[in-house]
């Protein structure tokens, strides 16, 4: 599964053809809580998150290493809550990126 790094981040930012950025997670690892970190300090542009396995039971492995849950920073609550404190426009669901993408760009 591709994971978005501070790197890739940056140059969405950079690119002038990008006008906003939907950062898609998951559960585990701690990839999605860096790149929102950088684009809290770094970030012009406006992102939208979402992060995949909030309903995961907490340890177990959902369909491949990357998706375990190893500590409490790794949940997709957590997650969500380091998104949205890095100035990132987080939502519950995929079926709302649309909807908030389109009302964040209108400012």
Not at 26 to 35: D, F, L
Not at 47 to 62: K, L
Request: charge should be negative.
């Amino acid at each position: 599964m591709y994971r978005v790094l501070p790197e890739q981040m940056e140059l969405f930012m950079n690119d002038p053809e990008t006008d906003g950025v939907v950062m898609i997670g998951e559960i585990g690892g701690g990839m999605e809580a860096e790149a929102a970190r950088w684009y809290k300090e770094n970030g012009n542009k406006p992102v939208v998150g979402f992060i995949a396995g909030q309903t995961a039971p907490p340890g177990r492995r959902m369909g491949h290493a990357g998706a375990i849950v190893g500590g409490a920073d790794d949940t997709a609550a957590a997650k969500m809550k380091i998104m949205s404190e890095c100035g990132i426009h987080v939502v519950a669901s995929p079926a709302d990126i649309g909807v908030t993408m389109a009302k964040v760009m209108k400012g």
